[in-house]
């Protein structure tokens, strides 16, 4: 598998990325800057990675979405090339159209960095094919603009077709209000694009992809990508 990583001005976790990616895949990914607009054709997976691009102004992730190298991501998307963008990098796949919605500044105005429950929704993807549906797992999130949202056609949109990849829950995975870090939609933690190549998720899996680290839930969501690509 051949992956990418695109940093912007503000990207903290692009090296995060590219060490699970190495690790898993024996290959190191190629380090895009955000003023390239070319994606070699051979690249199976693109990373758009946490950070704060542009100091958050605006909204999170709305400059870094008018970046150059943005419209190369919606081409390769388009040609269904899987995308996945964490944190920030879920901010700008909404602030850019790939995927509905947008992120909202968590419900008690604050930065949130700890470990969350995530029931897992969905694993017929590339993304979480390694997982069981109702599958709780732990990752961790930091943000402060993770409050996701969607008007209610698109949160219909997204159950009836099997499109809410992550959900906030407790330790028994119960989804209810107590469980819900940011102020979430229905406590929604990622989302796929309508063809599931692409997935947005607040949650670090990088940041847990490692024993060493205190757990391997999030290597999971390479290993399955991975496999697609083998």
Same mark, same amino acid.
């Given at each position: 598998m051949k992956s990418a990583v695109v940093v912007f001005p503000g990207s903290n976790c692009d090296r995060d990325i590219a060490?699970?990616?190495f690790k898993v895949t024996g290959n190191k990914p190629l380090m895009l800057w955000h003023n390239e607009n070319v994606i070699p054709e051979d690249i199976d997976l693109i990373v758009l990675p946490?950070?704060?691009?542009y100091g958050d102004y605006l909204r999170s992730g709305a400059i870094a979405s008018?970046?150059?190298i943005i419209s190369e991501v919606k081409n390769k998307a388009s040609k269904g090339i899987a995308i996945l963008g964490v944190?920030?990098?879920?901010?700008?796949l909404t602030e850019s159209g790939l995927l509905p919605g947008t992120?909202?500044?968590?419900?008690?105005? /604050? +930065?949130i960095c700890k470990d969350v429950n995530l029931r897992v929704e969905e694993n017929n993807s590339i993304f979480t094919? /390694? +997982?069981?549906?109702?599958e709780i797992i732990n990752i961790p999130i930091a943000h402060h603009d993770g409050n996701y949202f969607v008007t209610e056609d698109e949160l219909n949109i997204l159950k009836s077709e099997n499109l809410i990849?992550?959900?906030y829950c407790d330790s028994n995975g119960k989804v209810h209000t107590n469980s819900n870090p940011n102020g979430s939609i229905e406590n929604i933690a990622g989302v796929f694009s309508n063809n599931k190549r692409v997935l947005g998720m607040m949650p670090h899996p990088e940041r847990l992809a490692d024993?060493?680290?205190?757990g391997t839930d999030g290597f999971r969501f390479f290993s399955s990508l991975l496999e697609d690509f083998s």
């Open positions: 060490v699970t990616l946490g950070g704060f691009t008018t970046s150059k944190c920030n990098g879920f901010q700008i992120l909202l500044p968590n419900k008690n105005l /604050k +930065f094919k /390694k +997982f069981d549906v109702g990849a992550l959900s024993i060493k680290l205190g």
